[in-house]
């Protein structure tokens, strides 16, 4: 059984930074898409970004390309994003899931792991 678990979310002032972790245990990290997904008060959770088992492929949505950073360190077995320039509309808890021996993905349904989330808010 993987168990995923993020840390680094926190409140920052719009413009700001934070970098959010994603720890895996019990599987075989380096084989596995990992994506990053959010969900705001009363939306739907939505993909935030997704990279390869090699780190070599990386998709972002459109509201995040230029701000966000996807990576991962397959040696730690942990999965990183990087968040710059942060908006209050980033405002969001944030999931990272891994998708067992698949390509990456937008779609949240085909992921088999998710960890339990980490509340990002940004301030205006």
């Known amino acids: 059984q993987v168990q995923l678990v993020e840390s680094g979310g926190g409140l920052v002032q719009a413009g700001g930074s934070l970098r959010l972790s994603c720890a895996a245990s019990?599987?075989?990290?380096?084989?596995?898409?990992m994506g990053w997904f959010r969900q705001a008060p009363g939306k739907e959770r939505e993909f935030v970004a997704a990279?390869?088992?090699?780190?070599?492929?990386?998709y972002y949505t459109d509201s995040v390309k230029g701000r966000l950073t996807i990576s991962r360190d397959n040696a730690n077995n942990t999965a990183y994003l990087q968040m710059n320039s942060l908006k209050p509309e980033d405002t969001a808890v944030y999931y990272c899931?891994?998708?067992?021996?698949?390509?990456?993905?937008?779609?949240?349904?085909?992921?088999?792991?998710w960890g339990q989330g980490t509340q990002v808010t940004v301030s205006s």
């Open positions: 899931a891994a998708r067992m021996g698949g390509a990456i993905s937008t779609m949240p349904q085909v992921y088999d792991y």
């Open positions: 019990g599987g075989t990290f380096s084989t596995y898409a």
């Open positions: 990279i390869s088992w090699s780190g070599l492929s990386k």
